[in-house]
């Protein structure tokens, strides 16, 4: 951006605030699990040296491998033979390398946890339910038992009893890109949470599930809640624990925006990148429609380098930078988006060389304001939500349910001389 129409530039003041969650303190692993595996492990009925697959998404989850390594010890000591497998749908460029290679970021390693990781995009037909095809990842349906773990939370495109868990991942997730992709497809002409919960309770009937880890995090993405689900108790206890996970889930504390500005966007953050149940835009045409927040412009900085490339998602924002577009594997993107069956989620919004390009158009796109009243909100991601920074016309319509802390200083936004944002936030640019 030239100097000079940096310098002027003309923005409100801002003020930090503090969002003062209500949250529930970390959990010890061992301990959850210690606590819930006699109950498990009774009631498991099978030869000693089984082959039992455990299914791992693609999510970035707080004490992922430290889970998977327990209970891979835990069926080894029952006598089994377990091995890790992905259970995330066309992630990871659907390929068995690309998904093996998500895990290994995620540190799943057969060093870390273990027990070998064994991959495939293959899938067993299991037969049909109301129409909806149901399929299998084929080392799944060749083993003697299957375990998921997963994060139990609100979905990103559906609201149900059940959402994003372990149903979800029996019938995405182990359907590999062509399980993903069919259901997607069909999302366009019946309902998503329909098809996923149909074919989801389906696939734990007919195949060898012997238990699902459900995982809860807080507002500070500490493991705060571990519970074991037997396979006919999946439904149940998602359906109880994403009750909690629902009341749990940071939000802005707005209900009405003018510009949102986003640091960074991520596969690793939301599997939509921006969270829609942050923000309340889904771009895909089966998504939720979500009446609150409103938000007239949304302006996204960067990439996340966990999004390997992935900007799923960018959709949803209404500007974007060049060094984001840069980033973008267009390949990786390309399989998410169609597997999907949401090529809308790609659309590349207008974008610029710099930060300071892209406020100032944002700037020319909102309604008629001042200094005093124009709502900006400035957040590292739809993830991490305590800390933000907004604008002083933000002061006066707070929503009141929200607990905030409220700095005294009025600051500006600032730059650099390359043009960029320089994030009060995280001291990162």
């Given at each position: 951006?030239?100097?000079e129409t940096l310098r ?133 349906a060749e083993a003697d ?275 960029n944002l320089i994030s ?6």
């Amino acid at each position: 951006m030239k100097s000079e129409t940096l310098r002027t530039l003309q923005l409100p003041k801002m003020r930090m605030i503090r969002q003062r969650f209500e949250i529930a303190p970390p959990v010890s692993v061992s301990a959850e699990l210690d606590r819930e595996w006699p109950r498990v492990n009774a009631a498991l009925d099978l030869p000693s040296g089984s082959k039992i697959a455990i299914g791992v998404g693609s999510r970035g989850i707080a004490n992922l491998s430290v889970v998977v390594q327990d209970i891979v010890d835990r069926l080894k000591k029952a006598g089994h033979d377990p091995f890790v497998t992905p259970a995330m749908g066309s992630h990871g460029g659907a390929t068995a390398e690309g998904q093996m290679d998500v895990l290994r970021h995620r540190g799943i390693t057969k060093e870390r946890v273990g027990a070998p990781i064994k991959a495939t995009m293959d899938v067993q037909p299991m037969g049909e339910v109301n129409g909806i095809p149901l399929f299998l990842d084929r080392l799944a349906a060749e083993a003697d038992g299957i375990v998921l773990v997963n994060r139990v939370k609100p979905h990103t495109n559906f609201i149900g009893p059940t959402e994003s868990g372990i149903t979800k991942m029996m019938a995405i997730g182990l359907g590999n890109q062509k399980g993903a992709e069919h259901y997607h497809r069909l999302s366009l002409v019946r309902s998503q949470y329909e098809i996923i919960s149909t074919a989801g309770k389906a696939l734990l009937e007919k195949c060898p599930v012997l238990f699902g880890v459900c995982l809860l995090e807080n507002q500070a993405h500490e493991t705060a809640r571990i519970k074991i689900a037997l396979s006919d108790e999946v439904a149940r206890i998602e359906s109880e624990l994403l009750k909690t996970a629902r009341s749990w889930l940071p939000t802005l504390p707005l209900d009405e925006m003018d510009l949102l500005i986003i640091d960074e966007m991520g596969k690793d953050i939301s599997g939509e990148g921006i969270d829609p149940c942050v923000v309340g835009r889904d771009v895909c045409v089966y998504g939720a429609k979500r009446p609150w927040p409103k938000i007239t412009r949304i302006f996204v900085r960067d990439l996340t380098d966990g999004s390997e490339g992935s900007a799923l998602g960018i959709a949803q924002a209404d500007f974007t930078t060049r060094r984001l577009v840069d980033k973008i594997d267009f390949d990786v993107s390309l399989v998410n988006a169609i597997t999907a069956c949401c090529p809308e989620s790609m659309k590349i919004p207008l974008t610029f060389e710099t930060d300071g390009e892209a406020i100032a158009t944002a700037l020319k796109t909102l309604r008629p304001f001042d200094h005093k009243d124009i709502r900006i909100v400035h957040i590292k991601n739809t993830l991490e939500l305590t800390k933000l920074m907004v604008s002083v016309g933000c002061l006066d319509s707070f929503k009141k349910e929200i607990d905030l802390e409220i700095g005294s200083e009025d600051t500006a936004l600032a730059f650099d001389d390359s043009g960029n944002l320089i994030s009060h936030l995280y001291n990162q640019k």
